[in-house]
Nanobody, 121 residues
Framework: QVQLVESGGGLVQAGGSLRLSCAASGSIFSINTMGWYRQAPGKQRELVADITPGGPTNYAVSVKGRFTISRDNAKNTVYLQMNSLKPEDTAVYYC???????????????WGQGTQVTVSS
């Protein structure tokens, strides 16, 4: 079994910072792309950022220059450092990972349970 566990969400004032973490565990052979998505009330889920095992990253235009995604392959963990937060960043943030399972050697896309980020104005 594979599980993604997220942490680090909370309430912060505009201009503040938060750091999200997502750790994968279970029967993992390898992890390919990992990323963060978010969904605000009444809106579609959108990609915030993702990162490949080798390091290349991708960011939504709305967060470029403010957010930084990183990963620790030895710990099967991906992070999202969020600085200069805005009220528009308020959403549930979901971790995502493309994981090759040890039992099947097939890639499957996993999602975390979500963590709430609320930015007050």
């Amino acid at each position: 079994q594979v599980q993604l566990v997220e942490s680090g969400g909370g309430l912060v004032q505009a201009g503040g910072s938060l750091r999200l973490s997502c750790a994968a565990s279970g029967s993992i052979f390898s992890i390919n792309t990992m990323g963060w998505y978010r969904q605000a009330p009444g809106k579609q889920r959108e990609l915030v950022a993702d990162i490949t095992p080798g390091g290349p990253t991708n960011y939504a235009v709305s967060v470029k220059g403010r957010f930084t995604i990183s990963r620790d392959n030895a710990k099967n963990t991906v992070y999202l450092q969020m600085n200069s937060l805005k009220p528009e960043d308020t959403a549930v943030y979901y971790c995502n990972a493309a994981i090759v399972q040890r039992t099947t050697l097939r890639e499957f896309n996993y999602w975390g349970q979500g963590t709430q980020v609320t930015v007050s104005s």
